[in-house]
């Protein structure tokens, strides 16, 4: 047991927890998603759900991970024997680990572009740029699979090296740097962005609510995105979550964490669109937004060069801290497991998740068509693991709100989540009902643009077996 392994200070958490959150999905996600989807309705949907069910569920599995002191899948086999429940809400931790490193293998690609992009910026390669200039130069990074692999191995070494140097020296002394850091940047940004672009613009495109402007497919992508942002549902949050001090508060820490990570898509969104209106550029551009609308703002722009390295340095910092989140779940199983050392432990995990990002890179080149992948599930590999991911971190939510609503036991949960019995029953319901119903909308959306009935089967029997164990966990706990 590392019961004894616990954070230096009480806010650490909520430190590493930020780390967790604010990372590509705030800065180049939101963003992207926002202007895909109509603006400020898309905001307000993304608004509601990180409320009414990603709190809850952010709760649940700090509480999950706080309750067990251990590694999600190592927590999960203990709080299934002292709760006389069924081994299988192992799978949690299961789930949990197959996301980290599903997630981690493409994160670490898209990453590795952002460092590319720091490098164009800071030595002035784009300046002055046009458009057909920089949209080739990111289609000629992707057509590149040698330098793609160089940036994914620099940016995973780097992270690696940072879990590598255990929860104290590493990952906490690493925040304590890094997060103070990309605040200051993204406030210089900002402030950037609002002298040289239309902030006027970007605040009325993304405040406006005209909920016409909303599909469902809009619908589905915010409530995946708060999910995505808040880092839920795949043990991250359980592992830091693990090591909270048994002072700090459960309720308060989530509602923060939440709070901070929307306030940084905020502030990243207002940013990113004043410059894109300021220089008449269009908000559509989906992934391309960050690599090529963002860089050709900056081309024609007072110490753009400059303002842009730094924006991008902000992006790799944010890619780090979450990173590290992806692999510490993972490391810690290793090590609680099978004794490794910590070096060994995260030494195995990242390079597998290293290998298994050589696919996203071929993804984009020699292998962007005529797969087994494409035969068989009708998209490249890279688009095949996020589609995998977009299923098992919902998921992996859905089992950690029925785990922590009908199994842990009334006194347990006011344990950690202080006594007021309002507010763990406004809590048990959400996670109970709220959360779940919520997830399962998103969830049965997302597996049929799977062709073929592999996906949907084996979804449509987890889903059932999932409220069949809720159904005895009740029994057996009343
Ligand atoms: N929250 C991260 C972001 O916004 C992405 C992410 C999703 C993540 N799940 C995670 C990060 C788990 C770390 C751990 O970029």
Redesign the pocket.
């Known amino acids: 047991m590392s019961g004894h392994n616990v954070w230096t200070h009480k806010g650490t958490f909520l430190l590493a927890a930020v780390g ?11 963003p992207y998603l926002t202007g895909e989807n109509g603006g400020g309705a898309f905001i307000l949907v993304y608004a509601l759900t990180i409320f009414a069910v990603g709190i809850p569920i952010l709760i649940a599995e700090t509480m999950l991970g706080r309750t067990s002191r251990q590694s999600p899948i190592m927590g999960m086999r203990h709080l299934t024997k002292t709760h006389k429940t069924s081994r299988a809400w192992e799978s949690i931790g299961w789930l949990g680990a197959a ?2 490193f599903l ?1 981690l293998s493409f ?1 670490s690609v898209i990453a590795g572009w952002a460092l590319h992009y720091t490098w164009l910026m800071l030595t002035g390669s784009l300046v002055g740029a046009d458009a057909q200039t920089i949209s080739a130069g990111f289609d000629a990074l992707l057509a590149s699979p040698g330098l793609m692999t160089l940036y994914h191995t620099l940016f995973i070494a780097f992270s690696a090296l940072i879990v590598a140097m255990g929860i104290h020296k590493g990952i906490e002394s690493g925040l304590r740097i890094m997060m103070p850091a990309l605040f200051v940047i993204l406030i210089v940004v900002l402030i950037y962005g609002i002298i040289n672009g239309d902030v006027r613009a970007a605040a009325r495109f993304l405040f406006t609510f005209n909920i016409a402007d909303l599909s469902l497919e809009g619908w589905l992508h915010a409530m995946g995105q708060s ?11 359980m592992a830091y979550g693990a090591y909270m001090s048994s002072e700090a508060s459960l309720t308060r820490t989530a509602i923060a964490v939440a709070f901070v ?1 929307t306030a940084v898509a905020m502030v990243a969104g207002l940013a990113i669109f004043s410059l894109v209106f300021g220089a008449g550029l269009e908000t559509g551009q989906g992934p391309g937004l960050m690599f090529v609308t963002l860089p050709l703002a900056f081309a024609d722009m007072p110490f753009g060069a400059l303002v842009g390295g730094v924006f991008f340095i902000l992006v790799l910092g ?2 780090v801290s ?2 590290i ?2 692999i510490e779940p993972v490391a810690a199983f290793l090590v609680e497991r099978f004794d490794m050392t910590r070096p060994q432990a995260v030494t195995i995990m990242v390079i597998a998740a290293w290998a298994m990002g050589l696919l996203t890179v071929v993804s984009f080149n020699v292998w962007a068509e005529g797969t087994i992948f494409h035969a068989l599930f009708g998209r490249s590999a890279f688009e095949f693991i996020e589609l995998l ?1 977009n299923i098992f ?1 919902p998921l992996g939510g859905l089992l950690i709100a029925l785990f922590a609503g009908w199994a842990l036991t009334q006194s347990e949960v006011m344990k950690e989540l202080g006594t007021n019995i309002t507010w763990f029953k406004t809590w048990r319901i959400l996670v109970r009902f709220v959360g779940p119903a919520a997830v399962s909308f998103v969830f049965l959306r997302t597996i049929p643009q799977v062709e073929g009935y592999v996906i949907p089967t084996l979804g449509a029997v987890l889903i059932v077996g999932a409220f069949a164990l809720g159904q005895r966990l009740r029994k057996s706990a009343a």
């Open positions: 967790s959150a604010v990372g590509l999905g705030n800065l180049w996600r939101f996301s980290a997630i994160y999910f995505f942002t808040l880092s839920l549902g795949m043990g991250a949050i990570d944010a890619a979450s990173s989140s992806l991911t971190m």
